[in-house]
């Protein structure tokens, strides 16, 4: 499967973004998407899941301020981030873990201003 991330950009703190992951075409035997992040001279982070159930989880620093959501023909999945920090800085990548195997997204670069 191939992904598609794009939403990035510059924002000042206490901004909203809205990123997207689309897929190639529609993904079968889906089990779970993800968002992770990697900021410069850091690991890559896990941001949050959502499951075909819709469940969804996330790290506790974006807890309140982050939703994961995706659209109803297994297609893409996004991510609104409100409130965005500077510590919000990084590369966002996205993730989907099928019954055939883990695809990334090449990532999109979020960057937040003091």
């Known amino acids: 499967v191939q992904l598609q991330a794009s939403g990035g950009g510059l924002v000042q703190a206490g901004g909203s973004l809205r990123l997207s992951c689309e897929a190639s075409?529609?993904?079968?035997?889906?089990?779970?998407m993800r968002w992770y992040r990697q900021a410069p001279g850091k690991e890559r982070e896990w941001v949050g899941s959502i499951l075909m159930n819709g469940s969804v989880n996330y790290v506790d620093s974006v807890k309140g301020r982050f939703s994961i959501s995706r659209d109803r023909a297994k297609k893409a999945v996004y991510l609104q981030m409100n409130s965005l920090e500077p510590r919000d800085t990084a590369v966002y990548y996205c993730?989907?873990?099928?019954?055939?195997?883990?695809?990334w997204g090449q990532g999109t670069q979020v960057t937040v201003s003091s």
């Open positions: 075409t529609r993904i079968i035997g889906l089990k779970v």
């Open positions: 993730n989907v873990d099928t019954v055939y195997g883990t695809s």
